[in-house]
């Protein structure tokens, strides 16, 4: 193979990979008489074994190391790591052709992507005005990313947003909008509001997503201040739950 062969299969650049040969971490290899180089199979398997540890992020040094602990692998043993590397990278472009296919077939104003879990989870709440509602829809977004657990909490949380019974609770956080932060109403809505929300839920919650440094400032700061007074109540109630 040629330098442009090679980087096309494994997924690099021509210029990374002569950055590779220059600092010593890819041995060049032979040269044809017509002075091209000519990588062979094992050049395109550690050239592959180079590009994922430099995605996962670690330095060129760090990545010299490694390659130095794995030198005497069978070639039989690194192909096969490479084919399910090439399989995992088949199946992430897969599913971003299939979220792209999902952005294209959007209509006007619908250019917003959700997951298949959490699109079914807002199909069982009930429609609304609620602006709280609609804020505390959106913020479930924030956890329809990779690896967050997603599924199994939008699971607990179906038979809660499909709740008429949590619009009224809504529509009483709604109403302390102008409301100040000693208002006699903030203590019971929070007790309610926590009591509502099943132990179902907090057995789904990822351990690495229950405390997020600053985020609580910044959700606090969406509300109005009596309704920050409640959330914030309630955000406390939640984390004594989970670590409970």
């Known amino acids: 193979m040629r ?18 040969h220059h600092v ?16 062979s199979v094992r050049d395109a398997v550690l050239l592959s074994r180079v ?3 430099t995605e996962l992020g670690l330095s060129l040094d760090e990545v010299r190391d490694v390659l130095a602990d794995d030198a005497g692998r069978d070639l039989a043993d ?27 077939a959007a209509g006007p104003g619908e250019t917003e992507q959700l997951s298949p879990a959490l699109a079914a989870l807002l199909a069982k709440a009930p429609p609304t005005a609620s602006p709280a509602a609609m804020k505390d829809r959106e913020h479930l977004t924030l956890l329809d990313a990779p690896g ?19 619009l009224t609770l809504y529509e009483r956080l709604d109403a302390l909008a102008e409301a100040p932060t000693d208002d006699p109403r903030i203590p019971a809505l929070a ?19 229950r405390v997020v440094a ?22 406390e109630a939640f984390m004594r739950r989970s670590r409970g």
């Open 3 to 20: 330098i442009g062969e090679i980087a096309a299969l494994v997924g690099v650049t021509a210029r990374a990979i002569r950055h590779y």
């Open 24 to 39: 010593g971490l890819l041995p060049e290899p032979e040269r044809r008489p017509n002075g091209y180089r000519a990588y």
């Open 51 to 53: 590009r994922r540890l």
């Open 78 to 104: 690194v192909l096969e790591e490479l084919d399910a590397d090439l399989a995992r990278q088949e199946a992430g472009i897969g599913e971003r052709r299939r979220r792209l296919a999902v952005l294209r």
């Open 148 to 166: 967050s657990g997603g599924r199994e909490l939008y699971a607990a949380l179906g038979p809660l947003a499909a709740d008429p019974a949590l």
């Open 191 to 209: 007790a309610e509001l926590v009591a509502a929300v099943p132990d179902e839920v907090f057995a789904a919650v990822p351990a690495e997503g």
């Open 214 to 235: 600053g985020f609580q400032e910044a959700l606090l700061a969406e509300y109005a201040p009596a309704q920050a007074e409640v959330v914030r109540r309630v955000m």
